[in-house]
Nanobody, 118 residues
Framework: QVQLVESGGGLVQPGGSLRLSCAAS????????MGWYRQAPGKQRELIAD???????NYAGSVKDRFTISRGNAKNTVYLQMNSLRPEDTAVYYC????????????WGQGTQVTVSS
């Protein structure tokens, strides 16, 4: 059974940085697309960044030029480097993966809280 495990969330001041990690365990399944969603209180879950197996990336306008998504050498790991964080980035962040090159896929992490506050 494939599990996605996230880490790296926490409390940070506005303008600060955090790096989220997501690693798959329990299977040798090779993912196509991987990405990060977030859900703020009272709002719908939204896709903010995704990356294909070959490294092509896409970003939501709200995080473009501030966040960077990347994949590890093992390909079943994905990272999100978040810089210049703002209070409106406060949300639960979820890792998502799919065997195919599109999201959402059927594999979700448990979520990690990111809080941006002074």
């Amino acid at each position: 059974q494939v599990q996605l495990v996230e880490s790296g969330g926490g409390l940070v001041q506005p303008g600060g940085s955090l790096r989220l990690s997501c690693a798959a365990s329990g299977s040798t399944l090779s993912f196509g697309a991987m990405g990060w969603y977030r859900q703020a209180p009272g709002k719908q879950r939204e896709l903010i960044a995704d990356i294909t197996r070959t490294g092509s990336t896409n970003y939501a306008g709200s995080v473009k030029d501030r966040f960077t998504i990347s994949r590890g050498n093992a390909k079943n790991t994905v990272y999100l480097q978040m810089n210049s964080l703002r209070p409106e980035d406060t949300a639960v962040y979820y890792c998502n993966a799919n065997r195919f090159e599109s999201l959402p896929g059927g594999y979700w992490g448990q979520g990690t809280q990111v809080t941006v506050s002074s």
